[in-house]
């Protein structure tokens, strides 16, 4: 079992910047891959960016690419999101997720074992 808590949403004027952690509890946090997605109101829940277990490994969604940086601290259970140049099409609640195998591929969002409540961000125009 893994349990995951995000930290570090709020709200901010376009062209901002925030953080988001995500603190991992339970067994074997370097063994997942974490991947960020995020749900807007309306809206199905979309894939952000995943990091695999040795963070050697970063892919985003077009959208946030080069604007969004994953990261991961293995020691401390935690995956970091830096999001730069933030949007007001970036409002959402951002979810953090691990998983073990990603059998049907790390963008689709049931692939992932385990997540967390999801921390609000909203961007301002």
């Known amino acids: 079992q893994v349990q995951l808590v995000e930290s570090g949403g709020g709200l901010v004027q376009a062209g901002g910047s925030l953080r988001l952690s995500c603190a991992a509890s339970?067994?074997?946090?370097?063994?997942?891959?974490m991947g960020w997605f995020r749900q807007a109101p309306g809206k199905e829940r979309e894939f952000v960016a995943v990091?695999?277990?040795?963070?050697?490994?970063?892919y985003y969604s077009d959208s946030v690419k080069g604007r969004f940086t994953i990261s991961r601290d293995n020691a401390k259970s935690t995956v970091y999101l830096q999001m730069n140049r933030l949007k007001p099409e970036d409002t959402a609640v951002y979810h953090c997720?691990?998983?073990?195998?990603?059998?049907?591929?790390?963008?689709?969002?049931?692939?992932?074992?385990?997540w967390g409540q999801g921390t609000q961000v909203t961007v301002s125009s």
């Open positions: 997720a691990a998983g073990f195998q990603l059998v049907s591929g790390y963008s689709d969002s049931a692939a992932y074992d385990y």
């Open positions: 990091i695999r277990w040795s963070g050697s490994r970063t």
């Open positions: 339970g067994r074997s946090f370097s063994s997942y891959t």
